[in-house]
């Protein structure tokens, strides 16, 4: 293997600025900083948060105050408790080419980092510029080293170790090992595993941004390290585009909190049945067409809300009772829906050669409906809304974050965090979760 360290990387992630960026890639970086914090609040109402609590509070102590909990973090403490909490309902935003979900891989360590270092809003969302290509790339690299799929954990301790190192002030000496160090020994996520035997293990995230937050800590405790993925002569391709090509434009934008690869057959469902006027009690059963990854998905009655989650017959199933797949749908209380249950047994998937030839550039699907009077209905093929070719705005973000967070935040709570998040770029960081805690606070009472 023949390495080049030139900084290439390195320099861009310390010396990318707010005022250099296209207009297009600043409005994104807005409508992302919107889509991660809500990810972090629905995720502060699961299970698996809770769990990243207790990991964290058994780490050193600490006074940093993040998204959804009363606690107080150290850095390390609050990478880790918000990488449990950003990834846990599925609701984050993905990238095809890499199969996973980068914004979620890095969140925790950023955020906590600008917590750490008291930041601007400006800084926060350079960051979140940086961190995205930084997450991206290293994504493509590792499949084309490794000839093999790694998900979200692998690439997000190393956007993790590149987007704290920034805000911590790193050299690009330091923040070169940090990123080596970070992908040295990042998980090598086996994600397949998660789609067949779903389990709170999904796509590594927890341990992605624990890696990388190690990572930043044992750099500035002396610890060096040499070359990473994106210095090998074969991957420097990926970095060529640096500064002209923002991978955070290339991302897609999930409406429902479950694996992207039932979000076709669910849309396609939702839509058919409103412009048929079909009800649960018509249909006899339901074929849907989907392309290979997605028909491995798990098909089991869910005992728990990743097993909901990492499913396709069970989200399309309440999609079609329930008319949304969102936290009330996919939450542990909701899972003994009967009718939800009843109508997974008259659901069967197949593999459609046209659509699995496209993946995972695009993941196609459509679905049949049989219905009792002896009529069959078929949908168009589908392609999930909020992809990167549907160019998500700000109006796109402020609906979902509106039906994502109803059932945590009151009306009125909701347009004070979307001030926040769509306010002064001077503001501090802890400022804003701050705000965000307090009209969570607010909901709760009322």
């Given amino acids: 293997m023949n390495f080049t360290t030139d900084y290439r990387i390195e320099h861009y992630v310390l010396q990318t600025k707010w005022d250099e960026l296209p207009p297009a890639v600043q409005k994104r970086a807005i409508v992302c900083s919107i889509d991660l914090m809500m990810a972090l609040i629905v ?15 058994a780490m050193q102590p600490g006074e940093l105050r993040i998204p959804g909990s009363t606690e107080g973090f150290s850095f390390l403490g609050a990478a880790t408790a918000m990488g449990h909490a950003s990834n846990s309902f599925d609701i984050d935003d993905g990238h095809n080419m890499i199969k996973g979900h980068p914004g979620t891989s890095f969140i925790g360590g950023v955020l906590a980092a600008a917590l750490e270092k008291d930041i601007t809003y400006r800084e926060y969302l350079e960051t979140l510029v940086v961190s995205y290509d930084v997450a991206v790339r290293m994504g493509l690299a590792l499949q084309d080293h490794y000839q093999f799929l790694h998900s979200t954990g692998a690439y997000g301790a190393v956007a993790t170790a590149a987007g704290a190192g920034r805000i911590l002030g790193f050299t690009k000496e330091q923040l070169n090992t940090a990123i080596s160090m970070a992908e040295f020994h990042a998980p090598m996520v086996p994600v397949m595993r998660a789609v067949e035997y779903p389990s709170m293990n999904k796509d590594g995230v927890p341990f992605g941004a624990m890696v990388g937050a190690l990572a930043v800590l044992d750099t500035l405790a002396g610890e060096t390290a040499r070359t990473h993925l994106l210095e090998l002569d074969e991957c420097r391709k990926y970095t060529d585009t640096l ?36 009800t649960p009690q018509d249909i006899d059963h339901v074929v849907v067409h989907t392309f290979n990854s997605a028909a491995r998905l798990s098909k089991i009655v869910p005992a728990d809300t990743d097993e909901a989650q990492y499913n396709i017959a069970y989200p399309v199933a309440t999609a079609i009772v329930n008319g949304n797949v969102g936290y009330p749908q996919i939450c542990n209380k909701a899972l003994g829906d009967l009718a939800v249950l009843e109508m997974m047994k008259k659901l069967s998937f197949v593999v459609d050669p046209e659509m699995d030839q496209q993946f995972p550039e695009k993941r196609l699907a459509w679905v049949e409906f049989f219905l009792k009077d002896g009529r069959s209905i078929r949908s168009r093929v589908y392609a999930a809304n909020g992809e990167a070719a549907d160019h998500v705005d700000l109006t796109w973000m402020l609906e979902k974050f509106t039906r994502i967070t109803a059932p945590f935040l009151k009306e009125t709570d909701q347009k004070t965090v979307l001030d926040l998040l769509m306010g002064s770029l001077d503001q501090k960081v802890p400022d804003i979760v701050n705000g965000v805690n307090a009209a969570l606070e607010r909901s709760t009472a009322q």
């Fill in 43 to 57: 995720g502060a109402h699961g299970e698996q948060f809770q769990n990243g609590v207790r990991l964290s509070k």
């Fill in 243 to 278: 500064g002209s090509t923002y991978e955070i434009m290339n991302l897609y934008f999930k409406p429902y909190t479950c694996c992207r690869w039932a979000h076709q057959p669910i849309q396609a469902s939702i839509e058919l049945m409103k412009s048929n006027g079909i």
